[in-house]
Nanobody, 117 residues
Framework: QVQLVESGGGLVQPGGSLRLSCEASGNIFSSPAMGWYRQAPGKQRELVAI??????????ADSVKGRFTISRDNANAKNTVYLQMNSLKPEDTGVYYC????????WGQGTQVTVSS
């Protein structure tokens, strides 16, 4: 069984920063790709960033390029992915989910990010 636990969301003013964390645990015997998604009210869930499985590659949605950075910590058998979010905008508001791209895919419970003055 695989579990993902996210943390780090909150309320921040425009231009501020937040760092999200997602730790995966369970039967994970490799370093599968992990990604961050977000879902704004009334909108579909969208992919924000991915950290690749074997080549440490990264991918970002155009809307967050240059502002968000995804990173990963695989030390000590952890599978933890982070999303550093800088220069936040009101349109970044939403519930942020991490996903472990293994088999059918596993999702975290989500963490709320609200960017508002």
């Amino acid at each position: 069984q695989v579990q993902l636990v996210e943390s780090g969301g909150g309320l921040v003013q425009p231009g501020g920063s937040l760092r999200l964390s997602c730790e995966a645990s369970g039967n994970i015997f490799s370093s599968p790709a992990m990604g961050w998604y977000r879902q704004a009210p009334g909108k579909q869930r969208e992919l924000v960033a991915i950290f690749g499985s074997s080549d440490n590659s990264t991918w970002y949605a155009d809307s967050v390029k240059g502002r968000f950075t995804i990173s990963r910590d695989n030390a000590n058998a952890k599978n933890t992915v982070y999303l550093q979010m800088n220069s936040l905008k009101p349109e970044d508001t939403g519930v942020y989910y991490c996903k472990l791209r293994l088999g059918p895919g596993y999702w975290g419970q989500g963490t709320q990010v609200t960017v508002s003055s």
